[in-house]
């Protein structure tokens, strides 16, 4: 790792060329640590150069297979490239490293769900349950899917008053033209 003092320093001064300099010295050993990798590619991420960061954010992961973060900022790199199934991969190692990360699993929620990959989707969603933007995917899983439950959870997102609009964008999306005409609580 470069010299503490001076990179703190340029960190702190958001001074990103000077900690890039001092990162990439560090991370040029053969032996370079994936801290070091991965604070590369938070500030190549400041320098908005996500495909270079990419680049060192792989390879923290490789050398640092267990560390949350670097699975995280790997995905949200992944998707700045369009790159879904690497992020969707990412995503699904951060949840996996650590579950209670409700960044890591909304976004492997989102990720999924814009994928289609409905199954990978529901076990993202499910433990958010109750949450507005985990009930509308969970809807929005359960009629693509053509589960049982559909009308269940169509009928409690238009319940809550408050979520009636993006319920209704929800069931648009999904309807397979079955839109209420009547929404309950309505005359």
């Known amino acids: ?22 990162l990439r010295r560090a991370a040029s050993s053969k032996k370079a640590d994936g801290a070091v990798l ?12 996500p495909g270079a960061a990419l680049v060192q954010l792989r390879k923290a992961v490789a050398r640092r297979p267990g560390h949350a973060d670097s699975w995280y900022e790997l995905g949200r790199t992944a998707l700045m490239e369009n790159d879904f199934p690497l992020a969707l991969h990412a995503f699904t190692r951060a ?59 169509r009928q409690a997102l238009l319940a809550r008053p408050a979520g009636r609009e993006a319920a209704l964008k929800t069931m648009m999306r999904v309807s397979k033209g079955r839109v209420p005409l009547r929404v309950p609580g309505r005359s």
């Open 1 to 22: 790792m470069p010299g503490p003092d001076k990179l703190t320093a340029a960190l702190m001064a958001r001074d990103w060329g000077q900690a890039e300099k001092l």
């Open 95 to 153: 949840c996996a490293l650590a579950p209670e990360d409700m960044d890591a699993r909304r976004s492997l929620g989102r990720v999924a769900l814009r994928s289609g990959n409905y199954e990978a989707a529901k076990t993202a969603w499910s433990p958010l349950a109750g949450d507005a933007e985990a009930d509308e995917a969970l809807y929005r899983i359960a009629a693509e899917t053509g589960d049982e439950r559909a009308e269940d959870l």
């Open 38 to 49: 991965y604070n590369l590619g938070k500030v190549l991420l400041e320098q908005d150069r």
